[in-house]
């Protein structure tokens, strides 16, 4: 077999209508993989799943009966399922001075616990096959960066990380890795929502100096939910386009 093929492998991508998690989808199809949308937009999530011969399902991941029927669906209908990419997420801005209680839980439990289901629904069914690979989606905005309003999505982007390294361990022994990317700047349909002034600043802050693409997100997630990464588990990559590296605005060239 090719080397880093999906043929005949079943993925599951949250989030998969739109933006990285189209990105992520899109790489998975052409390796090879089956896969399966699982998102809460479904005009959206049908129309990518009929452009990518893939599979809508719909997901609402605030709701674990939600995220437990979504890979129960998944496996009825392939038999198994190999790939899960958590990578559904918000990051609606908002100061801390202005943040209340709703906020806070609003992010946390779309991008934190919704990870926290998928991520338990998914390993418990791969568990009895001993094979599994789980991408999930962080960020450089918590683990590494910050940005003024999003403080509470900034937790909840290290907090993913958090609860990966120790699922993880949980789940090594079983030959499930989780592990997770980290984008800088993707232009989404999330990210173009933030406006010209934001992406320009971007821009300007990137040593690419470019924007990243869905795909670029779906390379790394690709490589890291193949067989051959199978040695790879609690980890992170970042694919910002060196947006972390500068020191100061003049090494910025
Ligand atoms: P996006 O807004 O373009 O797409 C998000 C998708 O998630 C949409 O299809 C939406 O319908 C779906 N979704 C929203 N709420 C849902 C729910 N409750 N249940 C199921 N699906 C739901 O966002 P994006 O920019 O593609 O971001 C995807 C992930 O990448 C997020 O986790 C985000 O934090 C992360 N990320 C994005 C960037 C970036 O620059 N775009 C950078 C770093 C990290």
């Known amino acids: 077999m090719e080397l880093f093929s999906l043929q005949g492998q079943t993925a599951l991508v949250t989030g998969g209508a739109k933006g990285i998690g189209k990105g992520i989808a899109t790489v998975l199809r052409r390796a090879g ?32 009966d939600s995220c437990r029927a979504a890979i129960a669906a998944a496996v009825a209908r392939f038999g198994a399922l190999d790939i899960l990419c958590s990578n559904t997420g918000i990051f609606p ?28 629904a998914a390993a418990e069914a791969m568990r009895p096959r001993g094979y599994g690979r789980i991408v999930i989606t962080s960020s450089i905005t918590g ?59 971007m821009r300007a ?24 990464a199978a040695y790879i588990t609690g980890q992170t990559i970042i694919i910002d386009g060196g947006q972390i590296l500068p020191e100061s605005a003049e090494a910025l060239l």
């Open 33 to 64: 993989a089956e896969v399966i949308i699982a998102d809460i937009d479904r005009e959206h999530g049908e129309a990518t799943a009929a452009v990518l011969g893939g599979h809508y399902q719909p997901l609402d991941v605030r709701v674990q």
């Open 93 to 120: 801005q908002k100061t801390l001075a202005e943040m209340n209680e709703a906020d806070w839980d609003e992010t946390h439990g779309i991008n934190l616990k919704g990870t926290f289901f998928m991520v338990q």
């Open 205 to 228: 802050a990137i040593p690419t100096h470019t924007l990243g693409t869905p795909a670029d997100i779906g390379y790394a997630a690709c490589f890291l939910a193949s067989r051959e």
């Open 143 to 201: 683990p590494v960066t910050g940005f003024p309003g999003w403080s509470h999505y900034g937790a909840s982007k290290a907090g993913q990380l958090g609860f990966m390294r120790s699922a993880a361990l949980e789940y090594a022994r079983f030959g499930i890795t989780i592990n997770a990317v980290m984008p800088g700047n993707v232009l989404s349909e999330g990210l173009q929502a933030q406006g010209e002034t934001y992406l320009a600043q």
